[in-house]
C-alpha cells in the first residue's frame, strides 16, 4: 500500500510539473539546463559579457538588470549599449554625472521609443552606482551610407564624424556566419553592402568596448543578439585586437515549447534564455 501512495504522489507531482508554464529557461552551449545562480558564476569570471537580446522582449531585459545588478555585487562595472550611439556619448554623460534631468536626456539624444521600459533602468542603475556607461554604436546614418555605397562611403567623412565609428579601412570577412546568413534570409536583396553595414555597426561596438574597458572590471554589453550570436560579429572584432580577452555571450531565442532547446538554437551561445514564444512583448 505504502509503495502505491508512493508511485500515486510522484505521478501527480509530474503531472503538476508538465501543467506548470514558465515564460523561460536557460540553457547552456550544449542545450543542457542550467539556472541562474550557475550562469552568475560563470559571468563572474569574465572580461566581457555580450548580452544578446531580442529588443522587445521583456523577460531578456528583466534578466539584463538582475544579472547587472548580481554580478555588480562581487565585480567592479563597466556598461554599455547598441541602444546609444557614439555621438550621443557627451548627453548620456551628462545625465549620468546629473547635470540633466531625464527629459533633458530625451531631448539631447536619439533614444529608442523602448527606453523608458527596457533601457531606463540600466542607465538609472550606473547613475545610481556611478558606473560608465558607454554608448557603443556607430550613428544609423553611417551604418545607412556603408549599406548603400560600401565602405569606402565613410572615406570623405569629416575627421570628427569618423571619431564615432571605428577606425577605417575596417577590417572585413564576407564569410563570416552571421553575414553570409544575412545575404541569404534577405535573398539577395541589399547587394553584398548589407552585411558591410552589419560590420561596421560590430567593429565600432567592438572598438568603444576596448575604449572604455579596464583590467580587472567586467564589462557588460547590451546588444541585439545578431550582433554576438555564434561567438560572430562584436566577438569577433574583440577577439582579433585583443586575443586574449575571456569574452562570455548570452543570447535570446524563442520557442513554442521551451522544455527541450531546439538543435537549431544550440551554440549561438554560452547561456541562451529560452523565451515561450507566446511571453508579452515590450512593443
Same mark, same amino acid.
Given at each position: 500500500?505504502?509503495?502505491? =501512495?508512493?508511485?500515486?504522489?510522484? =505521478? #501527480?507531482?509530474?503531472?503538476?510539473?508538465?501543467?506548470?508554464?514558465?515564460?523561460?529557461?536557460?540553457?547552456?552551449?550544449?542545450?543542457? $539546463?542550467?539556472? =541562474?545562480?550557475k550562469m552568475i558564476k560563470a559571468l563572474r569570471s569574465a572580461?566581457?559579457?555580450?548580452?544578446?537580446?531580442?529588443?522587445? !522582449?521583456?523577460?531578456?531585459? &528583466?534578466?539584463?538588470?538582475?544579472?547587472?545588478?548580481?554580478? @555588480?555585487?562581487?565585480?567592479?562595472?563597466?556598461?554599455?549599449?547598441? *541602444?546609444?550611439?557614439?555621438?550621443? /556619448?557627451?548627453?548620456?554623460?551628462?545625465?549620468?554625472?546629473?547635470?540633466?534631468?531625464?527629459?533633458?536626456?530625451?531631448? *539631447?539624444?536619439? %533614444? &529608442?521609443?523602448?527606453?523608458?521600459?527596457?533601457?531606463?533602468?540600466?542607465?538609472?542603475?550606473?547613475?545610481?552606482?556611478?558606473?560608465?556607461?558607454?554608448?557603443? !554604436?556607430?550613428?544609423?546614418?553611417?551604418?545607412?551610407?556603408?549599406? $548603400? @555605397?560600401?565602405?569606402?562611403?565613410?572615406?570623405?567623412?569629416?575627421?570628427?564624424? $569618423?571619431? &564615432? *565609428?571605428?577606425? #577605417?579601412?575596417?577590417?572585413?570577412?564576407?564569410?563570416?556566419?552571421?553575414?553570409?546568413?544575412?545575404?541569404?534570409?534577405?535573398?539577395?536583396?541589399?547587394?553584398?553592402?548589407?552585411?558591410?553595414? /552589419?560590420?561596421? $555597426?560590430d567593429a565600432t561596438m567592438a572598438h568603444f568596448i576596448l575604449?572604455?574597458?579596464?583590467? @580587472? +572590471? #567586467?564589462?557588460?554589453?547590451?546588444?541585439?543578439?545578431?550582433?554576438s550570436d555564434n561567438y560572430d560579429g562584436i566577438n569577433w572584432?574583440?577577439?582579433?585586437? !585583443?586575443?586574449?580577452?575571456?569574452?562570455?555571450?548570452?543570447?535570446?531565442?524563442?520557442?513554442?515549447?521551451?522544455?527541450? %532547446?531546439?538543435?537549431? !538554437? +544550440? @551554440?549561438?551561445?554560452?547561456?541562451?534564455?529560452?523565451?515561450?514564444?507566446? *511571453?508579452?512583448?515590450?512593443?
Open positions: 500500500m505504502k509503495r502505491i =501512495f508512493t508511485i500515486v504522489l510522484l =505521478f #501527480l507531482s509530474a503531472m503538476l510539473t508538465a501543467q506548470e508554464k514558465q515564460p523561460y529557461k536557460l540553457y547552456n552551449a550544449k542545450g543542457k $539546463k542550467s539556472d =541562474f545562480g572580461d566581457i559579457v555580450l548580452f544578446g537580446e531580442y529588443h522587445n !522582449n521583456a523577460i531578456a531585459h &528583466w534578466l539584463q538588470l538582475e544579472v547587472t545588478r548580481t554580478l @555588480g555585487e562581487s565585480r567592479e562595472l563597466v556598461l554599455g549599449a547598441e *541602444m546609444f550611439e557614439q555621438d550621443n /556619448q557627451e548627453a548620456l554623460d551628462l545625465y549620468l554625472q546629473g547635470k540633466i534631468s531625464a527629459k533633458g536626456l530625451d531631448s *539631447m539624444a536619439r %533614444l &529608442w521609443k523602448n527606453y523608458p521600459t527596457d533601457y531606463a533602468p540600466l542607465v538609472n542603475y550606473a547613475k545610481e552606482k556611478k558606473l560608465v556607461f558607454a554608448a557603443t !554604436n556607430v550613428p544609423r546614418r553611417y551604418a545607412s551610407m556603408v549599406a $548603400k @555605397g560600401g565602405f569606402q562611403a565613410l572615406d570623405t567623412l569629416p575627421a570628427k564624424d $569618423k571619431s &564615432w *565609428m571605428a577606425p #577605417l579601412p575596417v577590417a572585413y570577412d564576407a564569410s563570416l556566419p552571421g553575414y553570409t546568413k544575412m545575404i541569404e534570409m534577405m535573398g539577395g536583396h541589399g547587394g553584398e553592402n548589407l552585411p558591410k553595414a /552589419q560590420a561596421i $555597426k575604449q572604455h574597458y579596464r583590467p @580587472g +572590471k #567586467l564589462f557588460i554589453h547590451y546588444n541585439g543578439s545578431y550582433h572584432y574583440l577577439k582579433k585586437q !585583443n586575443p586574449g580577452l575571456k569574452i562570455m555571450t548570452i543570447t535570446t531565442v524563442s520557442q513554442q515549447e521551451i522544455g527541450k %532547446l531546439l538543435a537549431e !538554437n +544550440k @551554440g549561438k551561445a554560452d547561456f541562451i534564455i529560452c523565451v515561450d514564444e507566446n *511571453m508579452t512583448n515590450t512593443y
